[in-house]
């Protein structure tokens, strides 16, 4: 194992990469924004270096400041966390040739999954299910427009560079091709650098459920359950479960093996996560994305199975086994709520100064947090502000669990969605695990 790291990342990611470094006998680095430098992530590291204003371009997206950072303070390998750098091959490959250890897939891998299109056609090949739509870019609106006519409306528009649920639109018909084309074109440039677009099928009632996979040290690739994260306002995750309720031990396996066959194609080392729509009618399922990183979502899969991801994430960066049996199974079921920073009716921004701030606890409730009383959730960066988990022996005491915690959760100052989350758990349809990506655009729309 190497003796030191650096997150290149912020907030409550950051902390918890921390926290497994230090676990590990690591020396720790945390590097940070202006705006960040009262974080807890930033007191809790060994040493902190200043990155540069709130900017992202200037400090957590600046690649050649964090490899100075990495440089000045000896740092012997570099974690990404999620977002910002994390699926950037360019910067990998800097670290790398930099002599430092990287703590993720290869930049091969990275650009392997990194276009869209390019990574439909790749897992097409490997075998694993995909969407009926286009494997090349669509170059003009009424490319798109024949294209939605041989797969059937709706059809969705995709940005080639896209992820996180944005860049994209669904097309009812043909009249609104052009409009939409544009939009999501125009937007895919501004936003990723690269106006390319496909054309793919949509399904009106869907199920979002991807599988976390690991790649060894030795080129094995595992696959450690799933997670549904069907529960989604703008096509953005706020809350996951596993097992996911839509499955049977015949699809799980089905989706399983899928999934250790996405990561084989493309070599894959390390934490990665594959990415499938459910048609819950049907029981067929269809590759979505990779995402070559850590998830936001991971503490339900290392709660049900006794694990720490991010300590396997090092170990086989470091060229180690992964610290745990590979055959380890899941036991019970946990909640992931994303406890963000905007209003729980409209979800709108609602950053602020944090004067109260208390985290539920006891057996079952974990909360990996990047806020505390006294700190400030600026408009700078992401509305997350903390995850809160909880793990039980079966469903129903997980939801009761997770309402428990959320009336514990006390945070005052900025907006929170903890009333969201307490009007989900209550919610019939939720309740009921026979829901899907549009719950709550239908929670909404009473």
């Known amino acids: 194992m190497f003796d030191s790291l650096l997150v290149a990342n912020r907030g ?21 924004s202006e705006v960040d430098a009262d974080l807890p992530f930033v007191r809790e590291a060994d040493e902190a270096v200043l990155l540069g204003p709130a900017d992202p371009a200037r400090s957590y997206r600046n690649a050649d400041a964090v490899l100075d950072a990495a440089r000045r303070t000896g740092a012997a390998a570099v974690h990404p966390g999620y977002g910002f750098l994390s699926e950037n091959a360019a910067f990998a490959r800097a670290v790398v040739d930099a002599g430092l250890v990287w703590v993720g897939p290869s930049p091969e891998a990275i650009t392997a999954m990194g276009d869209k299109i390019a990574a439909r056609n790749l897992m097409s090949d490997a075998g694993v299910p995909v969407a009926p739509g286009t494997t090349d870019p669509v170059t003009s609106a009424e490319a798109a427009r024949a294209a939605a006519d041989g797969i059937g409306y709706p059809v969705m528009i995709k940005a080639a560079a896209g992820g996180g649920g944005m860049g994209m639109t669904v097309v009812d018909g043909p009249d609104a091709m052009a409009a939409e084309y544009e939009k999501v074109t125009a937007f895919a440039g501004r936003l990723f650098g690269d106006p390319a677009v496909f054309v793919e099928r949509y399904f009106p009632r869907v199920r979002h459920v991807e599988v976390q996979i690991l790649g060894l040290a030795d080129g094995r690739v595992l696959a450690l359950g799933e997670r549904d994260c069907s529960v989604q306002r703008r096509n953005q995750k706020v809350a996951e479960e596993t097992p996911s309720p839509a499955l049977d031990e015949e699809l799980r396996d089905r989706m399983l093996a899928a999934a250790r066959r996405a990561g084989e194609a493309v070599d894959y080392r390390g934490a990665g996560t594959v990415e499938f729509l459910l048609d819950p009618a049907t029981r067929d399922f269809y590759f979505l994305e990779m995402n070559t990183r850590l998830q936001v979502e991971h503490p339900i899969t290392e709660a049900v199975l006794g694990i720490d991801l991010v300590a396997a994430q090092l170990r086989i960066a470091a060229g180690e086994d ?29 950053p602020g100064a944090i004067t109260e701030w208390v985290e539920p606890s006891g057996a079952g409730v974990r909360v990996d947090s990047g806020y505390a009383a006294g700190t400030t959730v600026t408009p700078a960066y992401d509305s997350l502000m903390a995850k809160l988990v909880v793990h039980a022996a079966d469903r129903p005491a997980a939801l009761e669990l997770a309402r428990r915690a959320v009336r514990d959760f006390v945070i005052t100052g900025p907006k929170s969605n903890l009333a969201f989350h307490a009007e989900l758990l209550d919610n019939p349809e939720f309740v009921s695990g026979d829901y899907d990506t549009a719950l709550v655009a239908r929670m909404r729309a009473r």
């Open 12 to 32: 409550e990611i950051a902390r918890r990469v921390l926290r497994t470094a230090r676990d590990l006998g690591l020396r720790t680095i945390a590097v940070h």
């Open 322 to 350: 992964p610290g745990f049996d590979p055959d380890v199974r899941p036991q019970g079921h946990a909640v992931e709520l994303r406890i963000n920073a905007e209003d729980p009716k409209r979800f709108l921004p609602g």
